[in-house]
């Protein structure tokens, strides 16, 4: 096992991603979760498994995450690794995003021959006070803020404030409180705060809502927001200087003359402070008296609109009473009416049912009964056709048995005359022939004169 510092150097001179630049065959992933197990990271390199020549896993002291290094046999196989898993998620459960970046080679350098020092033409790689990962600007956006403290852009947005994270170094100035005039809302450099309640008004030259307030109140110093200097209304002056009294904790101005016995001093301030809390504590009472009066005459008249309002709310509750007990009438009309429209659209409904059945069931019967007729059709016309071809065929019959009859007569009648003959003339017309000078006798004879001729002759 090798102990030591991790360091990890960018080299100032930017690799080109084109397939065709020469890179390292050499992969580094960084910042990978420790609840990833060495089953799970094979298991998420496994479409790779045969292009990985070695894997080894090193580690600083960076809780909660290690770093894989990943040797591949040649830079195709590297690339391809590159842009299928490069800032894919390792699963869809747990968080962790997976983040590689190629190495040009890795060395152990012991501190006695400057494992610790700078290199030349690298630049070691810092790292986010947020996720703890090492920040690149090939492959992270990288921010630094006036504090010269840099983090993950992401990172940043998810910090509450505009101070720096590390040394709470504000980057924008802070939004300050703007005062303005109770009354109006003006903010300008003419406001004046009461010291007796903190009440802001507009000065005399604008609104002049301070000087109202002090004719409303009777509180006579005022502070000019901008000059810090004090105003005394009933003086109409400014006040150097200020005391407290000891009785009503009241604010009172103190003139020192420098000259004369403090005594008398003391006590012409004491009846002046005297004098100047009782008119303060009457004028009080007064303004109090006719607050509260005030407040009373509102109270009286409120209430008299409460009162008009309550009987105009009972006048109209009565006429909501008539007119809901007529709804409800009218709603339970109307309920029946339903009632009874859906007993009748349910008889409907069972008619309706029962008429289709019946037209289908007609339908059917006719369609049987037009295959039948069809059927019977064909059967008529064939019988048609038989009858006529027999009463042709009996015709013809007939008519060959007319000519055989009229033949065998006229055979029997030639029969009867020749045996009334003399024998010498039966012979000769026994031996003879009987010639036509139309046509022979073959063509003009019927095919039952042809057999009787046939007859005679072999007789």
Not at 102 to 129: N, Q, R, S, W
Not at 357 to 365: N, R, T
């Amino acid at each position: 096992m090798v102990k030591g510092v991790l360091h990890l150097y960018r080299d100032n001179e930017r690799t080109s991603l084109k397939p065709t630049a020469v890179r390292s065959t050499l992969l580094c992933m960084l910042a990978v979760p420790a609840h990833l197990s060495t089953g799970d990271l094979l298991r998420f390199s496994a479409p790779f498994s045969t292009e990985i020549q070695k894997l080894k896993i090193i580690r600083d002291q960076t809780p909660n995450q290690y770093m894989v290094l990943f040797r591949f046999k040649n830079q195709e196989s590297a690339d391809r690794f590159y842009d299928h898993f490069n800032g894919v998620p390792f699963n869809s459960i747990e968080p962790g995003i997976c983040h590689l970046a190629y190495v040009a080679k890795v060395d152990a350098v012991e501190d006695i021959d400057g494992g610790g020092m700078a290199v030349d033409g690298l630049t070691e790689l810092p790292t986010c006070a947020f996720c703890l990962e090492r920040m690149d600007e090939a492959a992270n956006g990288v921010l630094t803020i006036l504090c010269n403290h840099s983090f993950h852009s992401a990172c940043l947005e998810q910090w509450g404030d505009s101070s720096c994270p590390v040394c709470r170094y504000f980057q924008t100035p802070q939004m300050a409180e703007e005062q303005a005039c109770f009354q109006c809302g003006m903010s300008s450099d003419d406001l004046w705060l009461c010291l007796i309640c903190g009440n802001i008004g507009c000065g005399r030259y604008s609104e002049k809502h301070a000087f109202v307030h002090f004719q409303e109140t009777q509180h006579t110093y005022a502070l000019n927001v901008k000059t810090r200097r004090v105003w005394d209304y009933v003086g109409d002056g400014y006040v150097h200087r200020l005391i407290q009294g000891s009785g009503a904790d009241k604010v009172v101005e103190y003139n020192h003359a420098g000259a004369g016995n403090i005594d008398e001093k003391m006590e012409s301030v004491t009846l002046e402070y005297t004098y100047l809390l009782t008119t303060q504590l009457e004028s009080q009472r007064h303004y109090y008296e006719e607050r509260m009066e005030d407040v009373r005459r509102a109270a009286e008249e409120e209430c008299l609109h409460l009162r008009t309002d309550l009987e105009a709310l009972r006048i109209a509750s009565g006429d909501t009473t008539d007119t809901v007990g007529l709804q409800q009438k009218q709603l339970a009309q109307l309920l029946k009416d339903k009632e009874s429209l859906e007993k009748k659209y349910q008889q409907a409904t069972v008619r309706l049912v029962k008429l289709s059945k019946d037209l289908q069931s007609e339908k059917q019967l006719n369609s049987i009964l037009e295959t039948n007729q069809n059927d019977y059709r064909q059967l008529v016309d064939k019988l048609r056709k038989e009858k006529e071809d027999a009463v042709t065929a009996c015709e013809k019959e007939i008519a060959d048995l007319r000519e055989q009859l009229a033949d065998l007569m006229y055979h029997m009648e030639t029969g009867d005359r020749i045996a009334v003959l003399p024998d010498a003339a039966r012979q000769d017309i026994e031996g003879g022939r009987i010639l036509s000078q139309d046509k022979p006798v073959e063509e003009s004879l019927s095919g039952s004169a042809k057999k009787a001729n046939q007859r005679r002759r072999n007789r």
